[in-house]
């Protein structure tokens, strides 16, 4: 065995191997897949495809043959017999065609594995006589287990390769066919030994290296010829099988567009009728009859000209005198003029009966027509409904947002080309939510289906009214005259203020409303509903006054209100809010005891905002909770970075303190951020907790089991702090910035500050005072025993300088 790897690694090149190989594998793929043509072909084209695939695979056995002997190296210059090399062409050829006859033609497994075992012994022939043409002197030495093993190989490998083949696996035939014809060669080229043979020249002899490239160039390009062909035929057969299926798919479309026309005439739920060029009724379905006798058009005019047919079906649009008879006549001719010119016509006509029947006469080849009729009564009285659903409220039926900013776009073109005005009223119930929470929904229903009738009872031409979602509503007045209009809103107000009774209760009913007055107020539609809403809400802030018109120094202020709370919006997406820390020291000591942290908003186009300002207009637009969430976030993560563990406080706003979401964020952000609990301060006003005090001190106990403190802030200010302090255990309270102002001087202030701190001390709590301007103001702080001080003289609001604090530090350690 070491000596047969030994011989094939030493005395074989390894380019000419390959070429071997691949001229094996592509005659070995010629060879299988013209097989399969040939078990499919007929007649004459069967013998020709099997002598085809002989051809190429006899070529194929014969060139590798010889390129492998190219490959070999016995130490001599190799020479061939012209005759006996011929001959094994031949014989290569000849037996394999036999074995693809016997593949081809036989109907078992057992035939294919012989057909292809006789393309083995095909092999091990065409071998053994290209060795026998060899021109040398000496004998060649033969390993007769080794010849055995080498014809039973290529006999095996031949027999699974077309068992393979036949079954459909191409690829693995050939590969087993090029196996065969690769292993009976170079086994039996491991079977001769060369050692006791020597160059001799005899005539009639062939140069190797010629005769190795010869058959090379000559096999590959029959090969190629082989594959062309078989491509050829595939390429055939496919476009065969193609058109063979299309031909099918054809009948059987046309059979069953056929049977379809069959039951669409016998059974469709459309009238059919089909008309010659001269206008005559030539075919008509039963439902076509049905329509026409259900006219009271006798079954004489069935089968009569278009003209007549048309006059008898004109149902609602029957004319009555002689002038209208002509004019239909006319239409009548001008409709079968376009539809001699091609032309689709396609309309409505409602019937005596109340049906709405679609017509659509399309044009034919020869110049006849078809006519389609439709009951589409069903339809059209949807797409009423839809139509009247895309504009109407579906609670209370009156017009709907989309139907009044139509109604509104309408009236501003109209008070364009006219000398008329209009106003536009906004509308907005008043504690309607309370309705809703006490009564329930059902009840708040019943109160806005009862006021929707009221405002749309007798309105006049010119005169609008509209829900506009939830408990708004809109009204619109073109106008002459202020009387005009006087008189519309006075009727709104009073269908608005008024006694509605319910399944479940009698409800008082009342509203704000605001107008705003086209083109003094506004000159298109988005100013003039901004400017009435304005109006609108400043009635409902003042409840002495039901309407209010718009003013615009009085709105004014609420436009930039709700600017702001826009840009509130716009800074918290874009990252436009940022913090200052304002120190907090000992009094004793003066030793820093933490930072309080401030939010700052530089607002783009008026510059520096004070949180008074914004702080209560994030309240109103709720944008407080988001800034709040993102104030303890930042802050907590800025303080974990700090190179010193110092405490910050943080302000809680009442909005925030009323929601149970505040337990889940504080916990989150400490978890997210590293920060200590210990590390963390939350100030509440006394106002925020009197909201609703339960809840809140449910959620400060929540948080201060975290291990956060909390802090009471401007203490002293609120409406029962002594209570407040008793119904919670707080950590930290903060003096009012306001009883600092004069604490130096004015007894009355310094008696509520030294109250304060006797407070904290008996509770054990203790007390920072904000707002220390002053020395004076410090100094009654130390001697009254305040714990910790904050203010413009300890520290302005700023970022923190880290290296300015630890440079002292580490003076005073190196000290």
């Known amino acids: 065995m070491f000596a047969f790897v030994d011989f094939f690694l030493q005395q074989h090149d390894p380019r000419f191997v390959g070429l071997a190989a691949i001229v094996c594998l592509v005659a070995a793929y010629a ?7 040939a078990r499919r072909a007929t007649g004459r084209m ?8 002989a051809l190429a695979v006899g070529l194929g056995i014969w060139a590798t043959h010889f390129i ?8 001599f210059t190799l020479s061939y017999d012209l005759l006996l090399t011929g001959a094994s062409l031949l014989i290569a050829i000849g037996i394999c065609g036999v074995g693809i006859a016997m593949a081809a033609r036989g109907q078992s497994v057992a035939d294919q594995f012989l057909g292809g075992a006789v393309v083995g012994i095909a092999i091990s022939c065409m071998h053994y006589t290209g060795i026998a043409a060899l021109v040398m002197g000496g004998a060649i030495g033969w390993n007769t287990a ?14 699974l390769s077309f068992v393979a083949a036949m079954n459909g696996r191409m690829l693995t035939g050939a590969l087993l066919l090029t196996l065969a014809i690769c292993a009976m060669h170079f086994t039996a080229m491991g079977a001769a030994d060369f050692s006791r043979c020597f160059p001799l020249s005899a005539g009639g002899e062939i140069d ?3 005769l190795s490239g010869g058959v090379a160039l000559i096999s590959l390009l029959v090969l190629g010829a082989a594959f062309g062909s078989v491509l050829l035929d595939e390429a055939d057969r496919r476009r065969t099988q193609r058109e063979k299926e299309r031909q099918e798919a054809d009948a059987a479309r046309i059979n069953e567009v056929t049977s379809l026309l069959e039951l669409a005439t016998t059974h469709m739920a459309q009238g059919l009728c089909l008309f010659d060029n001269s206008g005559h009724l030539r075919f008509h379905n039963q439902p076509a009859t049905d329509l026409i006798r259900a006219q009271g058009i006798g079954d004489d005019a069935v089968g009569g000209h278009f003209r007549d047919l048309s006059l008898a079906m004109q149902g609602a649009s029957r004319p009555n005198t002689t002038a209208e008879q002509q004019e239909a006549e006319t239409r009548i001719d001008e409709l079968i003029a376009g539809i001699a010119r091609g032309e689709v016509k396609d309309y409505l006509r409602t019937l005596d009966d109340g049906r709405i029947v679609r017509f659509v006469h399309r044009p034919i080849a020869d110049g006849g027509w078809v006519t389609t009729i439709d009951d589409v009564t069903d339809e059209q009285r949807s797409q009423a409904a839809i139509s009247h659903l895309a504009y109407h409220d579906p609670l209370t039926n009156i017009l709907n947002r989309a139907a009044f900013n139509e109604q509104l776009d309408h009236a501003l073109h109209t008070a364009g080309e006219t000398d008329q005005n209009f106003a536009v009223i906004a ?3 008043d504690r309607f939510k309370e309705i809703n929470d006490t ?7 019943q109160v806005l289906k009862a006021l929707a009738t009221r405002l749309s ?30 008189d519309f809103i006075a009727r709104i107000e009073s269908a608005l203020f008024t006694r509605i009774e319910t399944d479940v209760v009698t409800v008082n009913s009342s509203a704000s409303i605001g107008v705003a007055i086209f083109p003094e107020d506004g000159g298109d539609r988005s100013r003039l509903l901004n400017n009435a809403d304005l109006a609108m809400y400043r009635a409902k802030a003042e409840f002495d006054r039901r309407t209010c018109y718009y003013e615009h120094d009085m709105d004014e202020h609420a436009r930039q209100r709700r600017a702001m709370a826009k840009d509130l919006w716009t800074a918290l997406e874009t990252n436009g809010f940022s913090l200052v820390y304002q120190v907090q020291k000992s009094v004793a000591t003066d030793e820093i005891t933490g930072y309080e942290v401030l939010l700052r908003w530089s607002r783009p186009g008026h510059g520096m905002v004070s949180p008074a300002d914004f702080i209560p207009v994030a309240e109103e637009c709720g944008a407080i909770t988001a800034i709040g969430t993102w104030v303890l976030r930042t802050a907590c993560r800025n303080a974990a970075s700090w190179p010193e563990n110092r405490k910050i406080a943080v302000n809680v706003s009442g909005v925030q303190l009323g929601s149970l979401d505040l337990i889940d964020t504080v916990r989150d952000v400490l978890t997210e951020t590293g920060l200590s609990p210990s590390l963390l301060e939350l100030e509440v006003t006394e106002t925020s907790i009197i909201a609703d005090k339960q809840r809140a001190l449910h959620i400060l106990r929540q948080i201060k089991a975290m291990g956060v403190s909390i802090a009471i802030d401007d203490f002293g200010t609120g409406y029962s702090s002594l209570d407040t302090l008793r119904s919670f255990p707080f950590d930290k309270i903060k003096i009012d910035r306001s009883f600092m102002t004069e604490v130096d001087h004015d007894e009355q202030s310094k008696a509520i500050v030294r109250a304060i701190l006797a407070l904290g001390r008996s509770l054990s709590v203790p007390v920072l005072a904000e707002g220390v301007e002053t020395c004076a103001q410090l100094e009654v702080l130390r001697v009254e025993g305040c714990s910790e001080a904050q203010g413009f003289l300890l520290g302005r609001p700023g970022e923190i300088d880290w290296e300015d604090l630890i440079e002292p530090m580490l003076g005073q350690m190196v000290v």
């Open 31 to 37: 060879c299988v897949s013209l097989l399969r043509h």
């Open 46 to 53: 069967h013998v020709i495809w099997i002598g085809v695939a």
């Open 68 to 75: 492998g002997m190219l490959a070999l190296r016995p130490g």
């Open 146 to 159: 080794m010849i055995a093993l080498s014809v039973i190989a290529g006999m095996l490998l031949g027999g």
């Open 208 to 210: 190797s290296g010629w």
């Open 427 to 429: 509308v907005d119930l």
């Open 439 to 445: 009564y329930g929904h059902q009840v708040g229903d």
């Open 457 to 486: 009872t007798g309105l006049k031409e010119g005169e609008v009214v509209a829900r506009l979602g939830g408990d708004e509503f809109a009204a619109l007045k073109m106008f002459t005259s202020m009387d005009a209009l006087r």
